[in-house]
Nanobody, 122 residues
Framework: QVQLVESGGGLVQAGGSLRLSCSAS????????MAWFRQAPGKERELAAA????????YYAGSVKGRFTISRDNAKNTVYLQMISLKPEDTAVYYC???????????????WGQGTQVTAST
């Protein structure tokens, strides 16, 4: 049974930092590309960042480029999202997801975590 479990969310002041972690079990990490999506209240779920199986390539949405860094440790089956200079508009539930495809479409992701809340206050 595949399980993705996110942690590390919380409440920070605007300008602050957080690091999210996603621990994967039940799948072989090197077979999957991984991503962090986010969903703000009343908005669609959007891709924030993605990383290939080996970690050699990454993708960032324009709104987070330069502030967020996605990384992975395949030995630990864990994916990270380092977030700095957080803005109120980054407030959302952040979801970890896994796909065998290299894709920006959320419909192509096979497995999802339960989400972790990130709130950046003014």
């Amino acid at each position: 049974q595949v399980q993705l479990v996110e942690s590390g969310g919380g409440l920070v002041q605007a300008g602050g930092s957080l690091r999210l972690s996603c621990s994967a079990s039940g799948l072989t990490g090197t077979n999957y590309n991984m991503a962090w999506f986010r969903q703000a209240p009343g908005k669609e779920r959007e891709l924030a960042a993605a990383i290939t199986r080996s970690g050699s390539s990454t993708y960032y949405a324009g709104s987070v480029k330069g502030r967020f860094t996605i990384s992975r440790d395949n030995a630990k089956n864990t994916v990270y999202l380092q977030m700095i200079s957080l803005k109120p508009e980054d407030t959302a539930v952040y979801y970890c997801a896994a796909s065998q495809l290299w894709t920006t479409s959320r419909r192509e992701y096979d497995y999802w975590g339960q989400g972790t809340q990130v709130t950046a206050s003014t």
